[in-house]
């Protein structure tokens, strides 16, 4: 097990800058997912503070976010799930992941590369079509759990074969990727091109999206873990998917009220709702803040803070991962969201 890296003892001030007062616009989900084609333009269903109501839209010319998955590692359902209602096509939650397109440029970015990567990048197709293959500008990876990264295995020859496609990561996970097979072997043929991010330094996908990555305390066994802070010309969009306690962050400096407080959206850990989650293991091998942690944190934040939150990385375990639940309905009459697939988010 490598050491784990030094963190900065607060959040960084290029991070933590508040975002613009604009109002948050409306934002597209797919609902609900049908079978395993997702033709997502053909399903998109917007939202506007609050209501629902049917849109063919497509989004403007301002750059976005749009939200490949909100699973866990995982997904849902997860491999060993027995034959049933967990299996209804409807139901399928890919694991968490984020594009990011801008359409005046036809530039495309992924956020991880889950074990759903095929699936993901046929969305993004969908959503924002290219001739090219993958048609990528470039991927993000936060760290080295195996829901983030090991969806690089389809850029290898065996399968697209890319070229010089950029991955950005940081110092440990550019190390882990290069020293160990069959990763090194992305990297020997030039399939992919490491790059590097640097804990609070901007890195300008393009003129007008910039993603500032920051480190974040979590299991570190084989890399460093950060969240990004997404930028465009009007919004910011927080993606902090995999973090330990708030607790521990903070004691490192850094309150996650005051983060969100600088975002516009802020798409946070809810990979379990609350303690006793998972019957006959300890929940502290696993630490993530609770749902109802993070509720109760901001219990007294204005509606408008608790508004920007949206949920993502829910366990299969996590009952509020689908919309019919009593978790669900305690997390949207306490003014919070869950992050659907498919939403889209302008910057």
Known sequence: MSPSSPRPTSFPATIATRATSRSIPCTAALGPIVGLTLWAPLLLLSSCQGAQESSMAAPTGAPYVVVLGNAQDGGYPQAGTKPGPSWEPERRRYATSLGIVDPETGERWVVEATPDFREQLHLLDATAPVDQVPGLAGILLTHAHVGHYTGLIHLGREVMGTS????????????FLSTNGPWDQLVGLGNIELRPL???????LNHRITVTPFLVPHRDEYSETVGFRIEGPNRTVLFLPDIDKWERWEEEGTRIQDV????????LDGTFFADGEIPGRPMSEIPHPFIVETMERFRDSPASERSKIRFIHLNRTNPALFTETEERRKIEEAGFRVAEMMEMVEL
């Open 164 to 175: 010089g496609l950029p991955v950005y990561a940081m110092p440990r996970m550019r190390e």
């Open 198 to 204: 640097k804990d609070g330094a901007p890195l300008h």
């Open 260 to 267: 969100v407080a600088g975002m516009d959206v802020a798409y």
